[in-house]
């Protein structure tokens, strides 16, 4: 039996710390080889673990970046996931040319490996991959007060590229002109944040006082956080307007939250760069009504994909093997009808074609 290591989990829910004095017990799953997932894509995956300061804010960030390889040699972490991925080889041989860059960032209460089913295709098809822990939202790492100050989230992916494309080791295998980026949940505000779109947090004040803000604003991981929106935290979030990075050249927002920050398009009119934005139908943490159709009504570059299945907030997280899923079913056990791994097939696939048609990368992905 492997123990379930919480920088593992990359989940949403308080309640899963009872997971970290049990033990994950393995069901019948075979992990695809390396060369089952070559055979499929142009590249294996390289995994490497960071972690940076940004000595101006006092902020530690966790970060693992994963790279196209055709190292196999070293050792396999993904088995010791509680999640069905693919193989990774860890601190692997870098490639030898320049690649395209994307940014992931995780929902609320969750962390860098969230994302991880869409980090593997994307490098499988010859992305380097950058995800980034947001100090004091994470599962392990709970602050009150960070859970909405959510400019931080932003500065945070501005902070890892400034690392990753002023590094020698970094700039020999990133294409600093090709850079994108995908945000899941609150990540997904994130990307919106990035590409230029200023949110106002008297308004998201307002909505937290309503029926359907009390529901959004009622997390798992505290409970109810409008009270934390305090005069102070209006006052401050709103003179942060300068969060957009202009080297973000495309932005993915899958089930984007805090969309009644916004109320007008022209809280968006330095967006100048494409946003795809995929909703899940049968979301009820970050509901399209509110948040993924809306943004895609106010945003006049983006392009909208509603799922249409059955599918719910949680569909973008890694698919679980068997006793994750019993122990978190409210994050990884999807209705019946609604099969997890295939929606993240056809959603990497669209978020792939994106990509390379947004970053132009046809030329940039080579060995």
């Not at 970060?63 to 860890?90: A, C, G, H, Q």
């Not at 019993?326 to 990497?348: G, Y």
Request: net charge neutral; proline share 5%; with cysteine.
């Amino acid at each position: 039996m492997v123990p379930i290591s919480i920088k593992h989990l990359g989940i949403a829910s308080g309640t899963l710390f009872l997971l970290l004095t049990s033990c994950y017990q393995a069901e019948h799953y075979q992990q695809i080889t390396h060369q089952e997932f070559l055979s499929t894509h142009s590249y294996n995956i390289g995994q490497t673990s960071l972690t940076l300061i940004d000595a101006i804010r006092d902020r530690p960030l966790k970060v693992e970046v994963w790279y196209p390889t055709r190292d196999t040699t070293k050792s396999n972490i993904t088995s010791e996931y509680p999640f069905k991925l693919p193989p990774t080889s860890r601190d692997a041989a870098f490639p030898t040319k320049k690649h395209p860059l994307i940014l992931l960032s995780h929902g609320t209460g969750g962390n860098r490996i969230a994302l991880m089913w869409l980090a593997c295709e994307l490098v499988g098809n010859g992305y380097v991959v950058a995800s980034v822990d947001h100090f004091g939202n994470t599962l392990d790492n709970k602050i009150a007060e960070n859970f909405v100050k959510i400019w931080d989230r932003p500065l945070d992916i501005s902070f890892v590229i400034d690392e990753l494309t002023t590094n020698a080791k970094w700039t020999a295998i990133i294409d600093s002109t090709s850079i994108g980026m995908a945000g899941f949940s609150l990540g997904g505000y994130t990307a919106i944040g990035l590409a230029g779109g200023v949110i106002d947090y008297k308004l998201l004040k307002e909505f937290s006082q309503t029926k359907e803000g009390k529901n959004e604003f009622n997390l798992p991981e505290l409970g109810d956080i409008s009270e934390l929106i305090t005069a102070e935290i209006i006052s401050e979030g709103n003179t942060q307007v300068k969060l957009k990075d202009p080297r973000i050249s495309a932005f993915v927002a899958m089930a984007p939250a805090l969309g009644q920050g916004f109320s007008n398009p022209q809280q968006f009119a330095n967006v100048n760069s494409p946003i795809f934005i995929i909703g899940a139908p049968y979301d009820r943490r970050t509901p399209v009504n509110t948040n993924a159709r809306y943004y895609a009504s106010l945003i006049p570059n983006s392009t909208y994909k509603e799922l249409s299945e059955r599918a719910g907030h949680y569909i973008f997280m890694n698919v679980a093997k068997q006793e994750l899923r019993r122990n978190a079913p409210r994050i990884f056990k999807d209705d019946r009808s609604v099969a997890r791994a295939s929606i993240h097939q056809q959603v990497s696939k669209d978020i792939l074609e994106f990509f390379d048609h947004e970053l132009n990368t046809k030329s940039a992905i080579a060995w």
